[in-house]
């Protein structure tokens, strides 16, 4: 009976919220799924098409009687709909007995020619550059954000559930998606209203945010940060659209003839401008690709409206449905200009109808275009403060007007139902437990400080043997100014104490001045990277590995102490002005010895190295986009270039400092999404030691011994089994997401992902830093004869979390115990 009265109280609901609401699945008379079959409410131009099984939902405002079903080949089908609301409808399309003379099937590798889909895409192409606000020298508008996310396919049997015992009030008021037709809980709500210039002579543009409003989870960086991420702006006349960081083809690419099937289908008067309609669906199953149609005027050939959806068998994890409309206003007999914008995506374990999942949701709407209005280049250099407390604080007249479409009742309840759920300890536990895995601390409100990182309390190497770990930092919310932090370790086997602590001080936001310094006494794996870094609390997985290839004994005692200064004069370039002292000695010097020639020592042969240095390091990062406005800010993309320039100056005699030289070095790293065919990741380092220092300062090529597959580091090479003061690499890594695999029929359906990488390693030692070195007991062995380097073949997406590579060493291969091959891997969550 209760159950009775839940469907009941949705299908109320859906009377109140919504008109005509149809859905179901469309079979061939033998019983199969019709995919991409046409569905379109009788008389109007709102429709869908079927999924990749056939199945389809179709919502409109508007009361309608009668859908109509067609697909190429079968007979058009008129189905009435005996109410308002129809659900699991079974819809069988048969087999069309005419001969269709004026239709062509467009399938597999069939001939594109004579297709007026395809003409008129032609004619899309050539004047894409003439739509919108492209056609004038300059232009400004209003520009309207919100991103919401839902708990979606709530039935009973979820109400009712242990997991919601006690949180019941919740789901007082459902709503159902007239996307999916599924219901759905709203959970978090960001609002956002900016103005945005641009200028098409210079090709200048800037957005200014007047106001931002949360509701839900904004005090959580990570979750924030994976949000501002998951929306980025796409242009629909593009070739590639990328979501995901995955490049999807745009039924309206140049490409897309290749990719896509196109139907011209239909052709009607919308806002008085006559349009055709073209229905596309892709050709080949599990690539990146959309289904759906777009409404374009006979004239400008620019897009009146478009819809597109996600297949299922597309190569994309943890995402069930991506949905994207777009509406464009006709301002005048030839310009068009976006007016709405709409993204929905279903986050899911699964794939499957029946699952649950999160719905992410992004509206985005556009009012008040001005034109031809210019202003001097200055203007577009002088960025307003997204970070001013007065845009967070906007008071309900500022949204009331700024709102360029209004909350309807969920969206205006979700403010009212997280401030209710705070206070519910259940819920509150529930998201303790999701912070803690996300962030890895441990939040002990009361304190303010976070115990952590969790993930670091277990270790284990050749000279500790296990190790256990315990750290803290306060915290007093997202945006400190000041930061403190720091652990304790115990090693069980050396039964030794280690520390760290560190701490940063923002001393102005504008410039981003930073006050930062700290010590570290502890076991470290060096030489895993080769661009120098100053750290105090970082430590690599090498120095704590558990599993690795060959012995894990040449680790290394630092006492490290450093003060920095760092600023960022402008927006993604850093300047950073700093001093260390550290003192080096082998932690195990049986095994691996860090001796070196010391006239001044009584035996003439020193073991500790006490060395002082200043550094002057230059970080450029165009394109990087990050969140916050505190000491420490969290990044969002990660699809930035990074420029890295640094000098090192070290300075003999100052606090007993022993060595007296010089270090240039540059990286850089540069990801290229290349359009259908994958993310290709590219690394560049240089460097060069002036001066005679001893193996602990030298430049060691990064080796990898532990079975982690490791960006910027030779899997096949031991640590220290290439030792330089000059030096050059290259690193290059292509994933191509699937575009190989999923054109071989026993592969398709697994989703695997195809990686390949190639890397070389070039370097010199002197003679002087080889005889300055000798005492030491491990080879002193540089590239120079010929460049280093490797292959390896990889296989992605293995369950969906799990990596191989498959390594190979190009030469070298006389070297002590050189490695020709290994197996590494990884894991983590990808879309």
């Known amino acids: 009976m209760k159950r009775f009265l839940f469907i009941l109280l949705l299908t109320c609901n859906a009377f109140v ?27 109007s131009s709102e ?52 001969q269709l003379k004026e239709v062509v099937v467009y399938t597999g590798k069939q001939s594109k020619k004579n297709n007026p889909a395809i003409d008129i895409l032609k004619k899309i192409w050539a004047k894409k550059r003439e739509n919108g606000v492209r056609k004038f020298k300059q232009y400004q508008y209003d520009k309207y954000e919100k991103i919401e996310f839902d708990l979606n396919t709530i039935d009973s049997a979820l109400i ?30 960001n609002e956002s209203f900016s103005k945005v210039y641009g200028d098409n002579l210079i090709e200048k543009e ?14 959580n960086q990570a979750i924030t940060a994976f949000v501002e991420d998951l929306y980025s702006d796409y242009d629909i006349y593009e070739n590639y659209l990328k979501f995901f960081d995955k490049s999807f083809t745009s039924p309206l690419s140049k490409t897309g003839v290749d990719t896509y099937n196109y139907i011209l289908s239909d052709s009607t008067y919308i806002d008085n401008k ?47 449905e991506i949905y ?44 008040n275009y001005q034109f031809d209005n210019p202003r001097p280049e200055v203007f577009y250099k002088t960025q307003a403060d997204p970070y001013d407390p007065r845009i967070f604080a906007r008071d309900s007249t500022f949204w009331k ?142 120095s704590s590995s558990l599993v690795t290839v060959g012995a894990n004994d040449r680790l290394t005692n630092i006492n490290l102490s450093t003060l920095n200064f760092e600023m960022e004069p402008v927006q993604n370039f850093r300047i950073r002005l700093g001093g260390s002292f550290r003192t080096l000695s082998s932690a195990l010097p049986d095994a691996f010895s860090l001796d070196y020639i010391d006239p001044d020592s009584p035996t003439g042969i020193s073991s500790e190295v006490k060395q002082f240095d200043i550094n002057t390091t230059l970080i450029y990062t165009p394109g990087k986009r990050t969140i916050g406005y505190g000491v420490e800010r969290v990044n969002i993309n990660d699809n930035h270039s990074t420029i890295l320039l640094n000098y090192t100056k070290g300075v003999s005699g100052f606090l007993e400092s022993d060595f007296d030289y010089e270090r240039l070095q540059f990286s850089y790293r540069q990801p290229w999404q290349i359009g259908g065919f994958g993310r290709l990741t590219s690394s560049i380092e240089l460097g060069k030691t002036f ?58 359906n697994w989703n695997l992902r195809e990686i390949v990488g190639l890397r070389g390693a070039w370097g010199q030692l002197s003679d002087e830093n080889i005889a300055l070195s000798s005492p030491t007991n491990i080879p002193l062995i540089s590239p120079e004869d010929q460049i280093y380097w490797e292959y390896s073949f990889g296989i992605g997406n293995i369950f969906k979390i799990f990596r191989i590579d498959f390594n190979f060493r190009g030469n070298y291969l006389d070297n002590p115990d050189a490695r020709p091959f290994g197996i590494t891997g990884s894991f983590g969550f990808k879309f």
């Not at 079927?50 to 009668?66: A, H, K, V």
Request: with cysteine; aromatic share 14%; net charge neutral.
């Open 691 to 748: 001066g005679e220092v001893p193996l602990s300062l030298l430049s060691v090529i990064p080796g990898n011994q532990t079975l982690f597959s490791l960006y910027n580091t030779f899997p096949n090479l031991d640590f220290y089994e290439f030792v330089t003061d000059t030096y050059a690499t290259v690193h290059l890594e292509h994933n191509f997401n699937g575009r190989l695999f999923s054109r071989i029929p026993i592969l398709r």
């Open 274 to 320: 006559w349009c055709y309609n073209i229905i596309y669906y892709p050709r080949r199953k599990n690539e990146l690709t959309f289904k759906g149609d777009f409404w374009v005027n006979d004239t400008t050939y620019a897009i009146k409206k478009i819809n597109m959806q996600v297949t299922k068998s597309a190569n994309i994890n943890w995402v069930k």
């Open 324 to 367: 994207i409309e777009q509406d464009f206003d006709v301002v005048n007999d030839s310009v068009f200009l976006l007016k709405r914008d709409y993204m929905l995506s279903d986050f899911s374990f699964s794939k499957k109808e029946k699952s649950r999942g999160i719905y992410g949701k992004r509206t985005t709407v556009y009012d």
């Open 47 to 98: 429709g869908t098409i079927t999924n990749d099984n056939g199945r389809f939902y179709l919502e409109s405002d508007e009361t309608y009687n009668t859908v109509l079903v067609s697909f190429i080949g079968y007979e058009t089908k008129e189905i009435e709909l005996p109410q308002k609301v129809n659900y699991n409808m079974e819809i069988v399309l048969v087999e069309s007995t005419e």
């Open 206 to 219: 800037k957005e200014d945010i007047l106001g931002n409003k949360n509701s839900g989870f904004s005090g």
């Open 401 to 542: 007007n700024a709102r360029l479409e209004t909350l309807n009742d969920d969206e205006s309840g979700i403010f009212k139902l997280l401030d209710t759920l705070k206070t519910v300890p259940k819920f509150r536990t529930y998201y303790d437990i999701v912070s803690i895995l996300g962030s890895g601390y441990i939040e002990i409100d009361k304190w303010n400080i976070d115990i952590g990182d969790i993930y670091s309390t277990f270790g284990f190497n050749d000279a500790e043997g296990v190790r256990l770990r315990a750290g803290a930092r306060t915290y007093f919310g997202q945006n400190d100014t000041w930061r403190l932090e720091g652990y304790m370790a115990y090693g069980f086997t050396d039964k030794k104490f280690k520390h760290g602590f560190s701490a940063k001080f923002l001393l102005d936001r504008k410039t981003r001045l930073i006050l930062s310094g700290g010590n570290r006494r502890d076991i470290e794996q060096l030489g895993l990277s080769l661009t120098s870094t100053n750290d105090v609390l970082g430590r690599s997985i090498a």
């Open 17 to 43: 919220f919504s008109q005509t609401k149809v859905g179901g699945i469309v079979l061939d008379d033998s019983g199969s799924p019709v995919a991409f079959a046409n569905i379109i409410f009788k008389n």
């Open 160 to 189: 009712k559930s242990k997991l919601f015992k006690g949180l019941e009030f919740m789901f007082q008021n459902l709503d159902t998606s007239r996307i999916t037709g599924k219901t759905y809980l709203p959970m978090f709500l």
